[in-house]
């Protein structure tokens, strides 16, 4: 069977480490220890910490970490989770693979969105698997195209997968999508897998993100610690779901992982705890809010080279450009002449696209921006 790699990462792993400004990262500047260890009201001393056993933490994760992330799903009918509706993995990522793993069998088809990440699409035909797609609509603010997504239903749907708030368009479902995308698993008994790994990250709006926790049976819920909480090197993520799909998971996440490490389990329960959580939330808002007219004033500087949708939430931003070049060139093109790192629409599923990420100080900003004006320039003039 051919394999299909998995883009976007393939492109990180071979530049992230050699660029001068990386704008591909789609969380926001990460923490350093000390300010995680620092912040007020943390209960969690350098000594304790020290002083850890470096033994195998629980395989599904510390109940005091389990405990924090069931509280972010508190469900308005229906039952708010508990620890054992929830499942720690290392990061979304292995979230993504087990839940993979777990649902789909011979036959099966993945009904995903696009442009998203691109994880479970390339899962999916790296198994056999035929994966159909419901677009995100460009000329409509990133509005979900819900006749393809009734089209791509049929009896052999077993997920459909939604990335809330989207990877790479920064979009948050309105209710009625969210509604939809529920009545359309209802009707063939299919999955929704939500990756809501940016849920906490939103640019315009106080409250969080609804999650689709507690809207249908048949729902997976994704969260990360990379993303909304600045903290990607703890490689922590879960998955939130029915008691008993949760066990099945876990069963998988012996055989893939083990557990995730108890230095990770510890300061993830700090991060998620009820005194640090608004303060990183709080941080990674100011990182969106501040970077955004940053790039909004470089948007405005290069109208007819882009345009571009802004995004509600997340540190990240889709934008057309207008030149006849193919997206993965001109990142690589971007990368070499000027030390700047940005995603490939390609990665993403759309060419002419470039995932540009904006939760850098205002200073990294301004110069990486202007370096990508001055490639962009000179291809216009070619
Ligand atoms: C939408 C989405 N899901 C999952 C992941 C995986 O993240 P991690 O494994 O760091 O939690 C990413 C990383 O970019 C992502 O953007």
């Given at each position: 069977m051919s394999f299909t790699p998995f883009d976007i990462e393939v492109i990180q792993s071979k530049w992230e480490q050699r660029v001068e400004f990386n704008l591909v990262e789609s969380g926001v500047h990460p923490l350093r220890l000390e300010e995680l260890l620092g912040f007020p009201g943390s209960e969690l001393e350098v000594g304790a910490l020290l002083a850890t056993e470096l033994n195998y933490p629980h395989v599904n994760g510390i109940p005091a970490l389990r405990e924090n992330i069931a509280r972010l799903y508190p469900v308005t009918s229906g039952a708010a989770a508990d620890i054992d509706n929830v499942l720690v993995t290392v990061g979304a990522s292995e979230a993504n693979n087990i839940i993979m793993q777990t649902l789909m069998e011979?036959?099966?088809?993945?009904?995903?969105?696009?442009?998203?990440?691109?994880?479970?699409?390339g899962m999916a035909l790296n198994t056999g698997h035929t994966v159909k797609t419901f677009g995100l609509q460009a000329d409509a603010g990133w509005a979900l195209d819900l006749e393809a997504l009734n089209n791509g239903l049929s009896s052999h749907t077993k997920i459909i997968a939604v990335c809330n708030p989207n990877n790479p368009t920064?979009?948050?479902?309105?209710?009625?999508?969210?509604?939809?995308?529920?009545?359309?698993?209802?009707?063939?008994?299919?999955?929704?897998?939500?990756?809501?790994?940016?849920?906490?990250?939103?640019?315009?709006?106080?409250?969080?993100?609804?999650?689709?926790?507690?809207r249908y049976d048949k729902v997976l819920c994704l969260g990360s610690l990379s993303k909304a909480y600045g903290l990607p090197g703890l490689r922590i993520g879960w998955i939130t779901g029915s008691v008993d799909t949760i066990e099945a998971l876990w069963r998988r996440h012996e055989y893939t992982t083990v557990s995730t490490t108890i230095l990770s389990n510890k300061l993830a329960a700090l991060a998620l705890s009820p005194a640090v959580r608004p303060q990183l939330i709080r941080r990674t808002r100011d990182y969106v809010r501040r970077g955004f007219p940053v790039l909004e004033a470089w948007m405005q500087e290069q109208a007819g080279l882009f345009s571009y949708t802004p995004p509600q939430a997340s540190a990240i931003t889709f934008i057309r450009y207008h030149l006849d070049i193919n997206s993965t060139q001109l990142m690589e093109q971007l990368c070499r002449e000027t030390?700047?790192?940005?995603?490939?629409?390609?990665?993403?599923?759309?060419?002419?696209?470039?995932r540009v990420a904006f939760g850098q100080d205002k200073a990294v900003l301004e110069e990486a921006f202007a370096r990508i004006s001055r490639v962009l320039h000179q291809l216009q003039a070619a």
């Open positions: 011979p036959g099966d088809e993945l009904l995903t969105q696009t442009p998203t990440y691109m994880q479970l699409w920064g979009h948050i479902m309105t209710e009625a999508e969210m509604d939809a995308v529920v009545e359309a698993a209802d009707r063939v008994g299919a999955w929704i897998v939500a990756d809501e790994v940016y849920r906490g990250a939103e640019r315009l709006r106080e409250d969080e993100t609804p999650s689709f926790y507690g030390g700047v790192f940005v995603g490939a629409g390609d990665a993403f599923g759309m060419d002419h696209y470039l």
